[in-house]
């Protein structure tokens, strides 16, 4: 059973930092590339990042380039999104995706 295991998030002012985590288990974690996707409510999904199966390559939007870093401990099975200097337009649910699973999702909220 495939399971996708979502914390960090939570609300910040700009210009702070927030660290997303993704517990994976139930495939294997070493053989798949995985991605962060957002989500603003009444929009549709935007892509983030995503990193591949080995950690070497990783990618990101243009919107979050330079400030936001994902990352992969295969002895965890984790993968995390590092988000630094963020902006009220990051304000958004937050989720991992590998294949056809999706984490929980995880509110991040950037406001004074």
């Known amino acids: 059973q495939v399971q996708l295991v979502q914390s960090g998030g939570g609300l910040v002012q700009p210009g702070g930092s927030l660290r997303l985590s993704c517990v994976t288990s139930?495939?294997?974690?070493?053989?798949?590339?995985i991605s962060w996707v957002r989500q603003v409510p009444g929009q549709g999904l935007e892509w983030v990042a995503d990193?591949?199966?080995?950690?070497?390559?990783?990618d990101s939007a243009d919107s979050v380039r330079g400030r936001f870093i994902i990352s992969r401990d295969k002895a965890k099975n984790t993968i995390y999104l590092q988000m630094n200097s963020l902006k009220p337009e990051d304000t958004a649910v937050y989720y991992c995706n590998v294949d056809n699973y999706w984490g929980q999702g995880t509110q991040v909220t950037v406001s004074s």
């Open positions: 990193i591949s199966e080995s950690g070497e390559r990783t």
């Open positions: 139930g495939f294997p974690f070493s053989n798949y590339g």
